[in-house]
C-alpha cells in the first residue's frame, strides 16, 4: 500500500512527557507537511518540509519540534512545552503541480493527555 | 495576512436538491485554490482545483477574484456526497505553504 504511514494511529502521553509522531511516505515527494485538526478549527498547519534537511514554522509550531534527515521521513515530536496537545495530527506529502503543491494525507495519529 | 474562510460549519441539503459550498479568501498574491474531502473513515483527499477547470463527481469550483471567493457547486447532491470539505489557498513560490479553511460539513438527507 504505497502511499503515507502514520503511527501510532492512537497515543496516550502523562503530561510533562515527550512524544514523537512518525511519517513515512513511498510517494518519493520532496515536501512534507504536519497539521493539527481540532473540531471546529479546519487544519493549521504546525510544520513544513520542503526539501530534506530543511523545514519552516506553520502558523502554531510552539511546543513542537520536527527533523527531515530523510526524505521519506518527517517525524514530529510534541514536547512538555505544548500547553494543549491532545489533537488529531495529520501527515501529508506533497508534489508540485503547476507551481503549486498538491496533498497526500495520511490516516492520522490521535494524541491524548491525561 | 492569508485567510481561507468558510462560514458554514454544517449544511444539510436534501438529495438531488442544489449545493453551494462556500470559501472566501484573502490573499495579495495570485491564488492557487483546492478543495480537499474527507469521507467517514477515509483520509482527507483531494477534490478539486482551480487551475483544472474541471467537474470532479459533479462539483465545480471558479475562482472569483473580484470576489475573492472559490464556492464549492452541484448541481443535484447524492448521498454519498455527504462529508467534511476543506478548502485550501496554496501561497506558492518558494513556500508552497497550504492553508485550510475551517472546514463545512455536507449532509445529504434522503
Known amino acids: 500500500d504505497g502511499g503515507i504511514t502514520q503511527s501510532p494511529k492512537y497515543l496516550f502521553r502523562k503530561e510533562g512527557q515527550n512524544v514523537t509522531l512518525s511519517c513515512e511516505q513511498n510517494?518519493?515527494?520532496?515536501?512534507m507537511y504536519w497539521y493539527r485538526q481540532d473540531p471546529g478549527q479546519g487544519l493549521r498547519l504546525i510544520y513544513y518540509?520542503?526539501?530534506?534537511?530543511?523545514?519552516q514554522k506553520g502558523d502554531i509550531a510552539e511546543g513542537y519540534s520536527v527533523s527531515r534527515e530523510k526524505k521519506e521521513s518527517f517525524p514530529l515530536t510534541v514536547t512538555s512545552a505544548q500547553k494543549n496537545p491532545t489533537a488529531f495530527y495529520l501527515c501529508?506529502?506533497?508534489?508540485?503541480?503547476?507551481?503549486?503543491?498538491?496533498?497526500?494525507f495520511g490516516a492520522g495519529s490521535r494524541l491524548t493527555v491525561l | 495576512a492569508q485567510r481561507v474562510t468558510q462560514p458554514e460549519k454544517l449544511l444539510s441539503v436534501f438529495k438531488g436538491a442544489p449545493v453551494e459550498l462556500k470559501c472566501n479568501y484573502s490573499?495579495?498574491?495570485?491564488?492557487?485554490l483546492f478543495w480537499y474531502v474527507q469521507y467517514s473513515r477515509q483520509r482527507l483527499q483531494l477534490l478539486l482545483r482551480?487551475?483544472s477547470r474541471e467537474s470532479i463527481k459533479g462539483f465545480t469550483a471558479d475562482l472569483n477574484k473580484g470576489e475573492t471567493s472559490f464556492h464549492l457547486k452541484k448541481p443535484f447532491a447524492q448521498e454519498e456526497d455527504s462529508a467534511m470539505y476543506y478548502c485550501?489557498?496554496?501561497?506558492?513560490?518558494?513556500?508552497?505553504?497550504?492553508?485550510f479553511g475551517t472546514g463545512t460539513l455536507l449532509a445529504v438527507q434522503p
Open positions: 501529508a506529502s506533497g508534489h508540485e503541480s503547476s507551481g503549486a503543491n498538491v496533498l497526500t
Open positions: 482551480h487551475i
Open positions: 485550501a489557498l496554496s501561497l506558492g513560490g518558494a513556500t508552497n505553504k497550504l492553508i
Open positions: 510517494l518519493n515527494h520532496d515536501a
Open positions: 518540509s520542503q526539501i530534506v534537511n530543511d523545514f
Open positions: 490573499y495579495s498574491g495570485s491564488p492557487e
